[in-house]
C-alpha cells in the first residue's frame, strides 16, 4: 500500500515500482521519488551486508531486474554492466561470467538487441 512518497509493504515494492513505471514512466515525479526511495532503502540494506561485495552486484542487478520488468531495457542493460563491472572491480569472476550469461540470456529472448 502506497502512503505519500514512500511504499509501506517492502515486499510488493518492487513490483508497486515496476507498475508505476510502466504506467506514468520514469519522467513521473512521483515514481522518481519512490524509485529513488527505493535504492536508498536498498543502498542501505548493501552498507550493513557482511559481504559488501555481493551486496552490491546483487543491488545492480535487482534494479536491472527493475527495469527489464518495466520495459526499460536501455536501463536494465547500464544495471547489468555496472553489476559486471563491480564483480570484475571485486574479482568475482563467477559473479562475472554468471552475470553476462544471464544478459546473453535475456538478449536472446529480446531478438538481439
Known amino acids: 500500500m502506497e502512503t505519500g512518497s514512500r511504499i ?5 515494492s518492487e513490483q508497486t515500482l515496476v507498475r508505476l513505471i510502466k504506467d506514468r ?3 513521473d515525479p512521483e515514481v522518481r521519488d519512490l524509485l529513488t526511495g527505493w535504492i536508498s532503502a536498498q543502498e542501505t540494506e548493501v552498507g550493513s551486508s557482511g559481504d559488501y561485495a555481493i551486496a552490491q552486484v546483487r543491488l545492480e542487478l ?4 527493475l527495469f527489464f520488468q518495466a520495459g526499460y531495457a536501455d536501463a536494465a542493460r547500464e544495471s ?3 553489476a559486471k563491472l ?3 572491480n571485486y574479482r568475482r569472476d ?3 561470467i554468471a552475470i553476462g550469461e544471464e544478459w546473453d540470456g535475456i538478449e536472446r529472448l529480446l531478438g538481439g538487441n
Open 8 to 12: 509501506d509493504n517492502p515486499e510488493s
Open 25 to 27: 514512466g520514469v519522467e
Open 62 to 65: 535487482r534494479r536491472a531486474n
Open 80 to 82: 547489468f554492466e555496472a
Open 86 to 88: 563491480l564483480a570484475a
Open 94 to 96: 563467477d559473479l562475472y
